[in-house]
Nanobody, 120 residues
Framework: QVQLVESGGGLVQAGGSLRLSCAAS????????MGWYRQAPGKQRELVGF???????GYTDAAKGRFTVSRDYTKNMVFLQMNSLKTEDTAIYYC??????????????WGQGTQVTVSS
């Protein structure tokens, strides 16, 4: 069993930065790819970015150039550094992971989410 706990959300002005953290516990050695999704009010959950167990990151168009996903394998944590935030980045951000080999789209472990609000 793997558990994910996010932290670091909050209120920030447009143009500002936030860093989200996600800590994995339990049978974390089973974790492969990890990443971040978000869900804005009235919208479907969407992928933001991910990082493979080999350290290769990937981003959606909304995140490219502004967001960075990183991973600390010694602490079993994944991070999302968000810069140049826009009001449209306002959403609940979820940490996700896939246990055993697989893609981020097959994530089977989820955190509880952390609210990010970007004000104009």
């Amino acid at each position: 069993q793997v558990q994910l706990v996010e932290s670091g959300g909050g209120l920030v002005q447009a143009g500002g930065s936030l860093r989200l953290s996600c800590a994995a516990s339990g049978n974390f050695f089973r974790i492969g790819v990890m990443g971040w999704y978000r869900q804005a009010p009235g919208k479907q959950r969407e992928l933001v970015g991910f990082i493979t167990d080999g350290g290769l990151p990937g981003y959606t168009d909304a995140a490219k150039g502004r967001f960075t996903v990183s991973r600390d394998y010694t602490k079993n944590m994944v991070f999302l550094q968000m810069n140049s935030l826009k009001t449209e980045d306002t959403a609940i951000y979820y940490c996700a992971a896939k246990t055993e080999p697989g893609s981020i789209e097959e994530s089977d472990v989820w955190g509880q989410g952390t609210q990010v609000t970007v004000s104009s």
